[in-house]
């Protein structure tokens, strides 16, 4: 334990508001975590309202709630209000993202051999159905994307989109996405982000990964509720009028019978009916995380890692370690 980032105090208080800590340990935060006590007193809190009064009376009264969770994801990530869309999970960011560019036949999606499957599934179905080519960047000797290989990669005048997951699902490896959005900016190539397993483990700044989208999770190390999310839209992006190819009425306007008129802010990438209940959560979460502070809390999150690969590798278990790095998450 003295590995903790934390003092007694803290983790004693983490643990008191965490109920679920009581009874058991949950080794299982890389799918979902428990939420602490305030994240789950808000949603219960608006659900006991919706029923007193009814959800779009309760969406009206909540307002004021319901808009602060865009503060507060948008601190998470030095991102203003305006740059957050609420969508139901990473996954979902993604598919909105992708479904921004107009791809056509021999056009290039670079990506890493170091992926989530559903992000590699859905590049598969653009092949499929569009025609793309999807690349895959050569690794490191020490694991991840190799930045060189990814600029050499981008050269190609077809390429349309660099596309890497920072925490793949599998394994503890940590992607240089800073690295590599530094060869994005330079060849003037999109580049878009999946944080699905970084978002509440590691610090994010969007500026210093000069990403044109990001897209994160709630349930997991941030300590959301379940079918949560978000997508993080850069100015560029919304300036170049990236939209996703099913936008609804909470993103656009219908002016003419054969005409519409996108919103300014990332809201059109939403849609139009939510869980308030759960946006409020998410909220909740996200101004839990920042109270706690993600460096502290994140080091927390890693702290038992080095002791669960020490007794797996002693001689003993006969075991060995897949994860490469370092870093790892």
Known sequence: MSSIPADDTLLRRWRAETPGAAAHNHLNNAGASLAPAPVSHAINAYLAREAELGGYETEAEQARL?????????????????????????????????????????????????????????????????????????????????????RALLRDGRTRLLAVTWVPTNSGLVQPVEALGDVAAEAGVPYLVDACQAI???????????????????????????????????????????????????????????????????????????????????????????????????????????????LLRCPVSGCSTGDPGPPRS
Request: hydrophobic content about 45%; charged content about 20%; aromatic content about 10%.
């Open 66 to 150: 319901i808009e602060s969770t865009y503060a507060s994801v948008g601190a998470l990530l030095n991102a203003a209000p305006r740059n957050v869309a609420l969508v139901e999970n990473a996954t979902v960011g993604f598919a909105l993202a992708l479904s921004a560019f107009d791809f056509a036949p021999g056009d290039v999606i670079v990506t890493t051999r170091n992926d989530y499957i559903s992000n590699q599934l859905a590049y598969l179905s653009l092949v499929k159905r569009l025609g793309v080519r999807i690349v895959r960047a050569a690794d490191l000797p020490s694991g991840g994307a190799d930045p060189d290989s990814v």
């Open 200 to 310: 509440g483990q590691l610090p994010i700044d969007v500026t210093r990964l000069k990403c044109d989208f990001l897209s994160a999770t709630g349930r997991k190390f941030l300590r959301g509720p379940r079918g949560t999310g978000f997508l993080y839209v850069s100015d560029s992006a919304l300036a170049r009028g990236a939209y996703p190819l099913h936008v609804d009425m909470r993103g656009a306007k219908w002016v003419s019978a054969d005409a519409f008129e996108l919103v300014g802010d990332a809201h059109r990438f939403e849609n139009w009916e939510y869980s308030y209940a759960l946006v409020v959560g998410l909220g909740t979460a996200a101004r839990y995380a920042l109270e706690v502070g993600i460096e502290r809390g994140g080091g927390r999150a890693r702290s038992p890692r080095g002791c669960a690969r020490s």
